[in-house]
């Protein structure tokens, strides 16, 4: 053999081994499993998605304690769907897909985001696990979605119930936030209204970021409406409630899971005293697994969780899970797996249906010293 052959040969095992070397690194830095999320990293909805990460980190950190999913470490791939965003969700789903081909994700969690994006995946998935409490989520007959949040009727039929019940209160005035979520909510209230055969004393929406409520609010008290539901988000919820106090009407207020969360309670003061919300998950419930999950993340973040941390933590643990006793990450096999799967976590004791609805429960939260207290659990 020349030597120009001989070195010719070596400088092939040499690139050779380069390349296999690069191929062993490669499945290296791939030996785990990836979940995908869809959530608002930008945006008005940003600090909903700082959140929703911290939460899904600290179970990500207790699932690899405890071995990860299927004998590898679990890891995340987050894309921006800017919350309430469909054309941003499109992209952050296509991403997941795409490139990052996950078999479960987390989200999207805007039911708007979700609704947009079901066509990217409900043929042959990945699976979605979300906490958007529309109805239709459900309803559209797209097998790879399973929700873990109670769904918007859930949240309607306690609140009127509780205001029937509890407070014998049946003079109902409905206020709602001018988008999907609260037209949806609204509609909710008013259909569980008239199956209870009562008739709203006045029913108003407002615009995103309105300032003045007065005109709304005046309509109500010469209504004489002992309740008013809203449904809208935290900001406008807290500005209703204060405006009211402001302007000295005697109105009491419920709603949606906007009026117990702490950015609510924090801008409304001592106007959201006595304030009543249907909500999955408030830090205060003497729940032990509540509080541990509690006193871990105010230890790391420093900071109390709220809904979007304490359903996203459920949300990977559920995930992880269900890939577990699938033994696969092929979609169909865990999507089969979560039909099986009762397992307790910070929002409810889950159990889903074939429609994919897993939590059956919700919880009445009232405002007390400025701080959600719970004052009942209701399972339907």
């Known amino acids: 053999m020349t030597m120009r052959i001989r070195t010719i040969i070596q400088r092939l095992g040499t690139a050779a081994a380069v390349v296999l070397g690069v191929g062993l690194s490669l499945d290296h830095s791939h030996a785990q499993t990836t979940v995908g999320a869809a959530a608002p990293l930008t945006g008005p909805r940003a600090l909903l998605g700082r959140n929703f990460k911290q ?24 894309e ?13 789903i296509n991403k997941l897909i795409q490139v990052h081909k996950v078999p479960v994700m987390l ?7 979700q609704l947009a994006t079901q066509k990217s995946f409900c043929t042959s998935g990945p699976l979605s696990v979300t906490g958007a409490s529309g109805i239709p989520v459900t309803e559209s007959g797209c097998k790879f979605v399973v929700r873990i949040r109670a769904n918007d009727n859930v949240q309607a039929k306690a609140l009127v119930e509780f205001a029937r019940r509890e407070l014998r209160i049946e003079k109902i005035a409905v206020l709602s936030i001018n988008d999907d979520f609260g037209k949806a909510g609204a509609a909710r209230v008013l259909a ?30 010469n209504a004489g409406a002992g309740l008013i539901i809203l449904w809208t988000h935290d900001t406008e919820a807290a500005l209703i409630v204060r405006q009211a106090k402001q302007l000295g009407l005697n109105l009491r207020f419920a709603g949606s899971t906007s009026l117990s969360e702490p950015s609510f309670t924090k801008l409304a003061g ?43 933590y459920d949300a990977v643990h ?4 269900a890939l577990n006793e699938a033994g696969s990450t092929e979609p169909e096999k865990v999507r089969s797996a979560f039909a099986k799967i009762q397992h307790t976590g910070l929002l409810a004791s889950y159990r889903c249906d074939e429609r994919g609805n897993c939590n059956h ?5 009232e405002i007390k010293n400025g701080q959600p207290s719970i004052r009942s659990t209701v399972k339907l």
């Open 55 to 78: 939460g899904a980190d600290i179970a990500l950190a207790e699932v690899n304690a405890r071995g990860g999913v299927l004998g590898k470490p679990l890891q995340l791939a987050i």
């Open 80 to 92: 921006d769907d800017q919350g309430d965003n469909p054309n941003a969700a499109i992209n952050a």
């Open 107 to 113: 989200g999207p969690h805007y039911t708007v985001a």
């Open 192 to 221: 569980v209204m008239e199956e209870s055969g009562l008739k709203p004393v006045a029913v108003e929406s407002h615009n995103p970021q309105d300032k003045d409520f007065s005109a709304q609010l005046a309509k109500f008290s």
């Open 270 to 312: 001592d106007a959201a005293e006595g304030v009543l919300s249907a909500n999955d998950f408030v830090p205060s419930n003497p729940d032990e697994k509540v509080q541990a999950f509690v006193k871990t993340y105010q230890a790391k973040y420093n900071m109390l969780p709220e809904i979007w941390a304490a359903t996203y």
């Open 318 to 321: 559920l995930a992880a899970r």
């Open 361 to 365: 429960q919700i919880l009445i939260v």
